[in-house]
């Protein structure tokens, strides 16, 4: 079992205890980090990010064959998507 430890070495029993070392943890780490962070002459986090592809949800190119086969699965007993656009018009 895991048993938590102040800087003495003293193990914590009393929940209490326990609860504000955790929270004292945890409220500190963030800040904590960052100190031991190195200044990187204030480059911004978004010259690490890929440029932004916009309005494009492309996965992957697919056919003409690809379309069709996934078209004619299509169950005509469904109902139409929000366009109004049921299965039966597209085969």
Do not use: W
């Not at 500190?28 to 986090?45: A, D, E, P, R, T």
């Amino acid at each position: 079992m895991f048993k938590l430890k102040e800087e003495d070495g003293k193990c914590l029993t009393d929940p209490l205890v326990l609860s504000d070392t955790f929270n004292k943890y945890f409220c500190y780490v963030g800040s904590n980090l960052q100190k031991q962070i190195q200044n990187c002459n204030n480059v911004s986090f978004e010259s690490f990010l890929p440029q932004p592809t916009r309005d494009s949800m492309f996965r992957s190119p697919v056919n003409a064959a690809e379309i069709y086969q996934i078209i004619k699965r299509l169950n005509n007993k469904k109902s139409s998507a929000p366009d109004n656009i049921g299965p039966r018009p597209l085969k």
